[in-house]
């Protein structure tokens, strides 16, 4: 009888903590992929919903889910098997659901973070955060250019899982969370994944702005650029790999989060370059739009990593600190010019 090991066994039973958009069209993938899900919801009726009706009509509408997938508001149920679980909740309440369920499971299940950000309070980006709430589990990071309401549909979505772990074990973890259309690419680099996959939806509002004030196609496309530039400044310092922010974490997630107002990061950008407030914008909406708090979180990181990222300053200017968008515009490109790759 062969003896089961990390690298040979089969995981099953996977737990998603966070029955938003994302982690709901996670957990259809992984449902009709044949896993054992079970879909944590941190308030009882919209688990009650997700069970009676098999549609998150509340952040995912008109999307009809399997019947296998299980919806719970109970930490204790909601990792009782678990495997592997998904973290799937919005970058700043991630410690806090950490510390909810770290005295919940052992330390062998492995961690996939799906959130996108960076601290605010404390500046920590998320693996960080991970590795004080949660120490000694295993850990990666799953991000990529994935609309919810496309992958949810079953249309073809690649992402990168990128984790530190031995490549037996990672390619455990690929497999288990691969479902017909949907396609995770390892990766070795988690910091340059994580490091991307937060900082794009910063220059995801900063391109909403150049649509919603009519800039044109050339200023938008040189601020992905640009800001990518930047990201990977920012990465390499950190000790990511520069080859990272051109695979699908990087470039590919940029691509699709600066392009499309089912962004919300893009759409956020595109109201404010048509005059309206933060405040105005984001009242009554319950989805999250998480470069506004990177954006003032990337600030203090960069600075203290003693890296310039103008666009993403810009940004915190605008959303943070009362600048108006014109004269931010006319400050970016009063800038000295300077060598490409720098």
Not at 178 to 185: D, E, H, I
Request: aromatic share 4%; proline share 5%.
């Amino acid at each position: 009888m062969t003896e089961e090991t990390p690298q040979n066994r089969s995981i099953q039973n996977i737990s998603i903590l966070g029955a938003g958009s994302w982690g709901t069209a996670l957990a259809e993938v992984l449902s009709r992929a044949g896993r054992k899900v079970t879909l944590y919801a941190r308030e009882a009726a919209l688990a009650e919903a997700l069970n009676a009706e098999h549609e998150n009509i509340t952040y995912l509408p008109g999307a009809k889910l399997d019947p296998a997938i299980h919806a719970t508001a109970d930490a204790g149920e909601a990792v009782k098997d678990a495997e592997l679980v998904l973290l799937v909740t919005p970058a700043q309440y991630l410690r806090a659901l950490l510390e909810k369920f770290a005295p919940l499971l052992p330390q062998s299940v492995p961690l996939v973070n799906a959130a996108k950000g960076i601290e605010l309070e404390t500046g920590s980006l998320l693996s960080e955060v991970a590795v004080q709430a949660a120490p000694g589990h295993p850990f990666a990071v799953l991000s990529g250019p994935s609309f919810a309401s496309e992958t949810v549909k079953g249309l073809p979505t690649a992402v990168t899982l990128a984790t530190t772990a031995p490549a037996q074990v990672a390619e455990v973890w690929a497999q288990s969370l691969r479902g017909p259309a949907f396609r995770p690419y390892l990766s070795d680099d988690p910091l340059g994944a994580e490091i991307a996959g937060a900082l794009k939806n910063v220059i995801a509002i900063a391109c909403g702005i150049v649509e919603g004030r009519k800039l044109g196609q050339n200023a938008k496309a040189a601020v992905m650029t640009r800001g990518i530039a930047e990201i990977r400044r920012l990465g390499v310092q950190k000790g990511a790999q520069s080859e990272t922010f051109l695979g699908l974490s990087g470039i590919g997630d940029l691509t699709l989060t600066c392009n499309s107002l089912t962004s919300r990061n893009f759409a956020l950008g595109h109201a404010l370059g048509q005059g309206q407030s933060l405040q105005d914008y984001m009242a009554g909406r319950r989805t999250v739009a998480e470069g506004v708090a990177t954006a003032a979180a990337a600030k203090t990181f960069a600075a203290r990593e003693g890296v310039e990222m103008p666009i993403s300053e810009a940004v915190c200017g605008i959303l943070h600190e009362g600048a108006d968008v014109g004269a931010v515009i006319e400050a970016l490109l009063a800038r000295d010019l300077r060598h490409e790759t720098q």
